[in-house]
């Protein structure tokens, strides 16, 4: 079965620094996609950042990147220059390509910034 | 304009009502999803439709119905509400099933006292 693994429920960062979100991921299947959402504390959902299972490179969108380890079935979130703004919860979120795009979220982590 | 919009945004009912959720998407796809996600943020799928049509129907009650009267709308209607199905439900949708991207509306919050 697909399953989702986000080890850490809460991080803190200081602003204009990285940080790592992390994200593990259990399949059998070849072919997978791999994201990560933001849910802010509006609570709306907003898409990051995507990583095709044969993509080559790993995803990069402004400031976010998808650190794919595809032998360690890992697929973390770096967030560079940090900003308050970035303060939200965190959703991992993977879907099977050859079926319907339906997602499977991992538990999330909560990220706070701080000056 | 709001790609995908969901009526209402809080929802305070009692227990043994009927209710229903409405979500509308402008963006012209033709795939549409129902999450439920609990109090503890995890996110789950309920269903989804393409084209008007059930594709994917997870281990939900029955109490719960979705229906799709086009490619645009999917509304939620649960009936005899219990305690449990306190949570916020948001609505997706997608381009087809080869889309990476799922753009989720704002969320109903749904409060069953």
């Known amino acids: 079965a697909q399953k989702i693994t986000q080890t850490q429920p809460g991080m803190f960062v200081q602003e204009k620094e990285a940080v790592t979100l992390d994200c593990t991921y259990d399949?059998?299947?070849?072919?997978?996609?791999l994201f990560w959402y933001k849910q802010p504390s509006s609570g709306e959902m907003i898409f990051l950042i995507y990583q095709g299972s044969y993509d080559q490179q790993n995803a990069t969108e402004g400031r976010y990147s998808l650190n794919f380890q595809k032998a360690r079935k890992s697929a973390n979130l770096v967030i560079s220059a940090s900003q308050l703004g970035d303060s939200a919860m965190y959703f991992c979120a993977m879907r099977k390509s050859y079926n319907t795009d339906k997602l499977i979220f991992g538990t999330g982590t909560r990220l706070q910034v701080f000056p | 304009d709001t790609a995908v919009s969901q009526t209402p945004k809080y929802l305070v009912t009692q227990m043994g009502n009927d209710k229903s959720i409405k979500c509308e998407q402008n963006?012209?796809?033709?795939?549409m999803y129902w999450y439920k996600q609990d109090s503890k943020k995890f996110l789950k799928i309920m269903f989804s439709y393409n084209n008007k049509e059930l594709i994917i129907n997870e281990t939900v009650p029955n109490r719960f119905s979705p229906k799709s009267p086009d490619k645009a709308h999917l509304n939620l209607h649960i009936n005899s509400l219990e305690l449990g199905d306190s949570a916020v439900y948001f609505c997706?949708?997608?381009?087809?099933?080869?889309?990476?991207?799922?753009?989720f509306g704002p969320g109903t919050r749904l409060t069953v006292t």
């Open positions: 963006l012209g796809h033709d795939t």
């Open positions: 997706a949708s997608s381009q087809g099933t080869s889309a990476y991207e799922q753009y």
């Open positions: 399949t059998s299947d070849p072919s997978y996609g």
